[in-house]
């Protein structure tokens, strides 16, 4: 029975860690990390405030773990298109523009994620996250310099640059598109932005110049 | 009578803001902001605690101060070197390069003005002066768009992209230089970096590809 008793009371832990989860993240992409305090997270996942605290020492340590959360799931979608078959330049195009598609379908949480000012735990998260994307980005560049598909160049400098104008060049539009989002509306019933959307291909264009590929003879 | 004292009084507390400044920017440069305490800007301004909150309400208010004089300094510098005369891309060669080698001289400084996880109110005063570079550039970028010494381009997607890219790439040797960096010695006697350091030149190769001139014939 003790056995039995200690699954029951693990599963329910994990539904209601869960439920916090699901509640900060959907508050996150409403009005940022500012609009996810402990209490309106605990309303919106229904549980009492206190019970937040027996989950996570304060707000800091609940939204980073989201922070994790949701980042490795954006770094997941690139590392994917970055790894699709094709030509370097495609690949790299492909992970730029899915970077930026889903930035700007996502609006808020990802204005949150790269942009809104923050305290330093989260500040440490996003140099971690953005650490990632870099890793990935340098990946595919130094098989294209290796391969001669692109000019000779370091791949790790190239990488973090490339991390750096794809996350600032999205900075303005996401503040932008901010004010035009539609309060109560989830992510998928905004109009939506296709990967023909003159910003990215702005964007995309900017980057695989940087990376300059060699014609093919 | 009243109004000499008036005056000298003014004149006091300008000389002990300056040492304030001074002090605040000198541990930032040698410890970065979590190192620039109230307690520590005090004894190295040589007033009491107390005092300090005499002119600003607190370490935020403080820092961001320093933060916008200090980032001042050097968007003007960048200016400068966009406004000297010569060809669009021999322009931008040259503020990217004073932009990396001021920041790499400084390092520790740098590193705090560009990613050293800090509180909001001083992330908020990092989009502010990205903002600013950025708009810089972008006037570069439209005067070569214009003159068609560059390719056709979005200039405030350019101009974005440029920073972000200079900023993120410079966060990696910046943090390996932190580690050997000397304590104690001023920025001008740690070993010098001159404008043809190679990570200067990868990241100048970067934006000025990426911003595409258009060869001569």
Same mark, same amino acid.
């Given at each position: 029975?003790?056995?039995?008793?200690?699954?029951?009371?693990?599963?329910?832990?994990?539904?209601?860690?869960?439920?916090?989860?699901?509640?900060?993240?959907?508050?996150?992409?409403?009005?940022?990390?500012?609009?996810?305090?402990?209490?309106?997270?605990?309303?919106?996942?229904?549980?009492?405030?206190?019970?937040?605290?027996?989950?996570? +020492?304060?707000?800091?340590?609940?939204?980073?773990?989201?922070?994790?959360?949701?980042?490795? &799931?954006?770094?997941?979608?690139?590392?994917?298109?970055?790894?699709?078959?094709?030509?370097?330049?495609?690949?790299?195009?492909?992970?730029?523009?899915?970077?930026?598609r889903r930035a700007l379908r996502g609006r808020?949480?990802?204005?949150?994620?790269?942009?809104? @000012?923050?305290?330093?735990?989260?500040?440490?998260?996003?140099?971690?996250?953005?650490?990632?994307?870099?890793?990935?980005?340098?990946?595919?560049?130094?098989?294209?310099?290796?391969?001669?598909?692109? &000019? @000779?160049?370091? +791949?790790?400098?190239?990488?973090?640059?490339?991390?750096?104008?794809?996350?600032?060049?999205?900075?303005? +539009?996401?503040?932008?598109?901010?004010?035009?989002?539609?309060?109560?509306?989830?992510s998928?019933?905004q +109009?939506p932005i296709?990967?023909?959307? @003159?910003?990215?291909?702005?964007?995309?264009?900017?980057?695989?110049?940087?990376?300059?590929?060699?014609?093919? &003879?």
């Amino acid at each position: 029975m003790a056995y039995r008793e200690t699954e029951k009371v693990r599963a329910r832990k994990e539904t209601i860690k869960l439920r916090l989860f699901k509640a900060a993240e959907e508050l996150i992409s409403e009005a940022g990390f500012k609009g996810a305090s402990v209490a309106a997270i605990a309303a919106r996942a229904g549980v009492a405030t206190g019970t937040v605290y027996r989950y996570f +020492p304060d707000k800091s340590a609940l939204c980073a773990e989201v922070f994790r959360h949701v980042t490795q &799931r954006e770094v997941d979608q690139v590392a994917a298109s970055l790894n699709t078959p094709g030509g370097i330049d495609d690949r790299l195009r492909l992970a730029i523009a899915t970077f930026a598609r889903r930035a700007l379908r996502g609006r808020r949480l990802a204005y949150a994620l790269i942009a809104e @000012p923050v305290d330093p735990v989260l500040d440490q998260e996003r140099l971690n996250y953005r650490q990632a994307y870099a890793e990935l980005f340098s990946q595919t560049i130094a098989e294209g310099v290796n391969s001669a598909a692109l &000019r @000779p160049q370091n +791949p790790k400098v190239s990488g973090a640059a490339l991390v750096g104008a794809l996350a600032e060049s999205l900075i303005g +539009p996401l503040a932008e598109q901010i004010k035009s989002y539609v309060p109560g509306l989830s992510s998928d019933m905004q +109009p939506p932005i296709t990967a023909d959307h @003159p910003i990215i291909i702005d964007i995309a264009e900017f980057c695989i110049n940087a990376v300059g590929p060699i014609p093919k &003879r």
